[in-house]
């Protein structure tokens, strides 16, 4: 049954940082506002390839599948090089596409094993304006460090415990800075499993929430109910809501999988939250906000490392399996689907009423947010891989991909735009 709209008691929740945001700022995972928006009135290339429409491409050091993080002049990614065991920051020109500056933050310590599909430099950089955060899975735990804009280390912190046993994946979550903290989720089958609360000025822990002893790579994102700031997460075989001023659970869900890797959303209008995966089992849902938070709608659809897209009361998804969806938020149903082929790493972005999303095999797909049909605009292809999710900022779409196979593969960051 279509749940009643409560519009007046939801407010998605903007970026939750002591700076407000330029507009053409994307400060940290999933954007200024957490829902993958470009701001209103913002536009972005249709067309492009290797060739044509690209702005610059600098190769870029080592491997990584951190997507860009845009702060004023500077692109913010990670990188690693297994050879030299090496994690490092790299800051770019934004205009030139000039490395500025390559920090590296940890020398050997890397995990001696970690999923094909994964990297050592996943997580997505954060800032809040003044400072970058860069979160590392290494020497058995999960590290972060803060960083001038300039890319000069300012402190380092050891979060927690992370050695997983079972399920020797690497690390998946990236930090979100939510209400004046810096929010980081380590879930694994160990005894340090949790969501952590830490201060952006020195790395001191605030909080900690406890979590389920198992593997999961799900990044909280922050929602407004009734006046209270929430974090949500999908994952341990739950659907879970923590108090962002302490920690403290406010309830869960027997629902989803016991692994998930994207990041939940929110149709504020419809109060429903909407989560995607996993393993073992394929799930798409949407859950309530409030009441008795048993899930309004189920299908066996799976995003699993990929994120989905609320535009305007509908949710788009590309699946795992290469098929695009979009559904009515409110009740699930079925507006069109189209398969565009490949495997999905990256999360779909709207900018300008399009969607973009970009496949493992690299090629990206543009389409409109519309749920009349599956409007198709174009199908660029650059490079052999994209594993992060492109960032638009002032009329470009910065693009990470690889090209090439083995030892002779080279990373790019590219400028897609005139």
Known sequence: ??????????????????????AQDWPQWRGPTGDNHAAAGATAPIKWSDKTNLAWRTPIPGRGHSSPT????????????????????????????????ETVVHKGGLPGRIHGNNSHASPTVASDGQRVFALFYQDGGAWVTAFDLAGAELWQQRVCGFDPQMYQ????????LVDGKLIIAAEYDGPDSGIYALSPADGSQVWKAPRREGISFSTPIDVVVNGQRQLLISGAGLI????????????????????????MVVDPAAGLAFASGGFPNDFTLAIPLTGDHQVVWE???KCYEQSMLLVDGYLYAVTDRGVAYCWRAEDGEEQWKKRLGGSYSASPVLVGGNIYISSEQGTT???????DRYEQLAENQLGTDCFPTTTPSSGRLYHRYGSGQGDTRQEYLAAIGE
Do not use: H
């Not at 279509?2 to 903007?14: I, N």
């Not at 990670?78 to 030139?96: F, H, I, M, P, R």
């Open 169 to 176: 994946f690497g690390f998946g979550s990236s930090p979100r």
């Open 1 to 22: 049954m279509p749940l009643p709209r409560f519009a007046l008691l939801f407010v998605l929740t903007a970026l939750s940082c002591p700076v407000a945001a330029i």
């Open 70 to 101: 845009i702060i004023g002049d500077r692109i913010y990614l990670t990188t690693a090089d297994e050879s030299a065991g090496t994690q490092s920051l790299l800051v770019v020109d934004k205009s030139t596409g000039k490395l500025l500056r």
């Open 299 to 301: 299908n066996r659809a």
């Open 365 to 371: 797909f543009v389409f409109r947010a519309t749920p």
């Open 240 to 263: 879970a809501a923590y108090d962002a001023s302490n920690g403290a659970e406010l309830w869960k869900e027997l629902a989803g999988a016991a692994a998930t890797c994207g990041t």
